[in-house]
């Protein structure tokens, strides 16, 4: 479990690795999502983990439901954290 940042300066809340597989979280104290809330994880390549890392990309939210958002990132509601680990 650690904290992830770039050389362009895109920081990442949390990134738990498990072998091949990376799970990036961005984490908002807010109910409302908005597109802006993403930035920082689509901007994060998945190559940067290796080539054959299965790289997963999260908002934790107080929002109450799981969904996807924009492309490859998933609204999950904050107490889901815990269960992805």
């Not at 949390?14 to 930035?39: C, D, F, H, Q, W």
């Not at 940067?48 to 969904?67: C, M, P, Q, W």
């Amino acid at each position: 479990m650690y904290f992830y940042r770039d050389s362009n300066g895109v920081e990442v809340d949390l990134a738990i690795n498990k072998g091949l597989s990376v799970s990036l979280y961005e984490i908002k104290a807010s109910k409302t999502i908005r597109p802006e809330m993403t930035r920082a994880l689509r901007l994060v390549d998945s190559n940067t983990f290796g080539e054959n890392a299965d790289v997963k990309k999260h908002l934790i939210s107080f929002h109450e439901n799981r969904f996807p958002l924009d492309g490859s990132v998933n609204a999950l509601p904050w107490w889901e954290l815990p269960e992805q680990w």
